[in-house]
């Protein structure tokens, strides 16, 4: 690929994360982009670069666009195959975001970001023209994604349970409809602990006993039967894409 193409890519990626993160600065997008990219090419981001150092104020279109650049050099380099340099560039993308702005959106809002970034990234890396940046490393067989996993989890359907369930006040801030419909869409219908439920929302003991025996009454989880240390929760049936592999007690 040329360097213009991987410009193009970087330009795709930056402006979500501005408009998430930073949308003040959406209307200067064009021309703060614009800019950059003029020394983008002549090794304007290199392996010292400091494109990747948590910035002390934020976002702008240049720390952005710096840090996609220099991960998307670093992953054409890998010898390996495409899917390893998406995984690698959607990792390293993520460490960035979370290490500076954690919490100021939404889990859901975040990870959706994310695979759009894994969208973009692998359009641009299954290209079959694409040679990428050091001779000898183009993969020989034609290129393709694959399928995406199936879902394990019938969103919509948790998500329309959540907002009927009658949350208390109290952890409003961090446990919300929003929140714990991220959290259980991502344990894919498996057994959680207690425990794990403290240490996503960063609650007390009795606080996440709280929520979950409220959600054990609302039909949203079930519970596995078992005592003390041996407790586990689930997703409970009729949320499972596939109830047949549904937790069972």
């Known amino acids: 690929m040329h360097r213009d193409d991987a410009i193009i890519l970087v330009r795709r990626l930056t402006r979500p994360v501005l408009e998430l993160f930073s949308p003040s600065q959406v209307d200067d997008f064009a021309d703060d982009f614009a800019a950059w990219s003029l020394s983008a090419g002549a090794l304007g981001v290199s392996e010292e670069s400091s494109a990747l150092t948590p910035p002390a104020h934020g976002l702008d279109t240049t720390l952005v666009a710096g840090m996609f650049f220099q991960v998307v050099m670093e992953a054409s380099r890998l010898p390996s195959g495409s899917q390893e340099r998406v995984s690698f560039i959607r990792k390293r993308a993520k460490d960035y975001l979370v290490t500076q702005l954690a919490g100021q959106i939404t889990l859901s809002q975040f990870y959706r970001l994310l695979n759009l970034i894994e969208e973009e990234v692998g359009h641009y890396f299954a290209q079959p023209d694409w040679s990428g940046v050091r001779p000898g490393l183009r993969e020989t067989r034609e290129v393709s994604l694959p399928p995406p996993a199936p879902e ?62 409220l959600l054990l009454q609302e039909g949203v989880l079930t519970h596995n039967g078992e005592k003390a240390n041996r407790v586990r929760y689930g997703l409970a049936a009729p949320f499972q894409a596939n109830p047949a592999l549904a937790p069972r007690a």
């Open 152 to 213: 394990l989890v019938k969103g919509e359907a948790l998500r329309q349970a959540l907002t009927k369930v009658p949350l208390p006040l109290k952890g409003r801030r961090k446990l919300t409809p929003e929140t714990l419909w991220d959290f259980l869409r991502e344990t894919e219908g498996r057994w959680f602990r207690l425990l794990d439920f403290e240490a996503r929302f960063k609650v007390n003991k009795k606080t996440a006993w709280g929520y979950l025996n």
